[in-house]
């Protein structure tokens, strides 16, 4: 089974610091994403990474950056948190860039709390 | 722009059949997933659809009508397990997905 691994289930960061979210996948996976996830909106693309050093943005890129140096991690950068990106924050990955039907597997998410 | 709507809840008895409807709009059509999420947890792939009619995986069927830009997926024998919330996600452009809002099903006794 394909197994994608977030650092943190829980972070609490105060409002200013610079906070990373580092997820790795286990399958050679050339896709990568991370998405936002809040009550009543659903799920939210933030960035999404083809290949390595390769980044695209989402549907929500502001305030986030992100980093893809080796292809089985992607890391989520919030150069200066605030309190309105307090969110479960969830990676996936999927096999092939542009291929029809490719299924998404997630990591658990990481609940991040911005005080 | 990108728009998928589903409903926000719905309930259910045990041993019911439930249908959960999806509609979308979106620039570029490359097929349409269903995911599970139980609280707490990471969403999990339930179905694809690619052309239409419906496709059938056990209790669960999704059904696809590319001209109508709509689905549905059929929970058949509903269980306990099964309440969770169920995500429409459409894939489009370069391997991108967007999802609806989701819809929480709660199974009752």
């Known amino acids: 089974d394909v197994k994608v691994t977030q650092s943190s289930r829980y972070l609490v960061k105060r409002t200013g610091e610079k906070v990373f979210l580092e997820c790795v996948q286990d399958?050679?996976?050339?896709?990568m994403f991370w998405y936002r996830q809040d009550p009543g909106l659903g799920l939210r693309l933030i960035y999404f990474s083809y290949d390595v050093k390769m980044k695209e943005k989402g549907d929500i890129p502001e305030g986030y950056s992100v980093s893809r140096e080796k292809k089985e991690r992607f890391s989520l950068i919030l150069e200066s948190a605030s309190t309105n990106q307090t969110s479960m924050y969830l990676c996936?990955?999927?096999?092939?860039?542009?291929?029809?039907?490719?299924?998404?597997?997630f990591g658990s998410g990481t609940q991040l709390s911005v005080l | 722009g990108q728009n998928i709507d589903q409903p926000t809840e719905m309930t259910a008895t045990e041993g019911a059949i439930v249908q959960i409807n999806c509609t979308y709009q979106?620039?570029?059509?490359?097929?349409l997933f269903w995911y599970q999420q139980h609280a707490g947890e990471a969403p999990t792939f339930l179905s694809y659809?690619?052309?239409?009619g419906l496709e059938e995986k056990g209790r669960f069927s999704s059904f696809l009508s590319r001209s109508k830009g709509y689905s549905y997926l059929l929970l058949k024998e509903l269980q306990m397990k099964d309440s969770a919330s169920y995500l429409c996600a459409v894939y489009h452009g370069y391997s991108t997905l967007t999802f609806g809002k989701g819809t929480m099903l709660l199974v009752s006794p």
């Open positions: 979106t620039s570029g059509f490359n097929g």
């Open positions: 996936a990955s999927s096999l092939r860039a542009g291929r029809r039907g490719e299924k998404l597997f």
């Open positions: 659809n690619v052309l239409d």
């Open positions: 399958m050679d996976h050339e896709n």
